[in-house]
């Protein structure tokens, strides 16, 4: 599926459907902008103003969205602090200077945690249709304030394993409250860790298999 780039008179939106988790935060938000459930043409950036656009962008989870105004001066700032919320039943989204599997992916990708995607390690929605349980609330570990909480973030699927990230990261349930403060951690992406989201080597008896370094 081809990135679709649409020009407006002041912004340029790009939509990616491979990256797209059905979150619906566009068409709720500005359904005059991301219309719903037409033929043809569905994005229209100057129905609103730029900074509407750019603000409804943001909030698509999967990064699908991206946009930038057309002269260059606007483009996504980089988030304050990182972070990863779990999803409840779903997968891992990630907010962060994000580089996936040796590849720049913007500031926003929904990871997959059920095990069941076959665009991994992307969430592709397989886990509503499996259903697939996890919380996305747990108790916080302890665990004590970064010392910085931006910069680049690296995330590299281990082969028939989980997520090793490395940089500054904080793990936030789906209701925002705070679970652990890492520089590196291993997350669970076959769906069967006991202690979600942190991988616990049960992928190893489970016996999941995807690709990866």
Not at 56 to 71: F, K, N
Not at 88 to 99: I, S
Not at 150 to 168: F, M
Request: hydrophobic share 35%; glycine share 10%; net charge neutral.
């Amino acid at each position: 599926m081809a990135i679709e780039t649409v020009r407006g008179k002041r912004v340029v939106v790009r939509f990616d459907g491979r990256r797209c988790i059905h979150s619906r935060n566009c068409v709720l938000t500005h359904p005059d902008v991301f219309v719903p459930n037409v033929d043809g043409e569905w994005i229209h950036p100057d129905a609103v103003s730029p900074e509407e656009v750019a603000l409804t962008a943001r909030a698509c989870p999967s990064g699908a969205i991206r946009y930038e105004a057309v002269d260059g001066t606007q483009v996504e700032p980089a988030p304050v602090v990182n972070t990863v919320r779990t999803r409840e039943n779903g997968p891992l989204a990630f907010n962060a200077p994000l580089r996936i599997a040796g590849v720049e992916e913007g500031y926003r990708a929904t990871l997959c945690r059920c095990g069941l995607s076959n665009n991994k390690p992307f969430c592709d929605g397989s886990h509503a249709e499996a259903g697939f349980i996890a919380s996305g609330e747990r108790a916080p570990n302890e665990s004590q304030p970064l010392a910085a909480r931006d910069g680049a973030l690296a995330i590299d699927p281990q082969k028939n394993g989980p997520l090793q990230v490395d940089g500054n990261l904080e793990i936030v349930t789906g209701t925002g409250h705070t679970v652990d403060r890492v520089t590196r951690t291993w997350l669970c992406r076959c769906g069967h860790s006991a202690n979600k989201p942190f991988c616990d080597g049960s992928h190893r008896k489970a016996g999941f298999q995807a690709d990866g370094a």
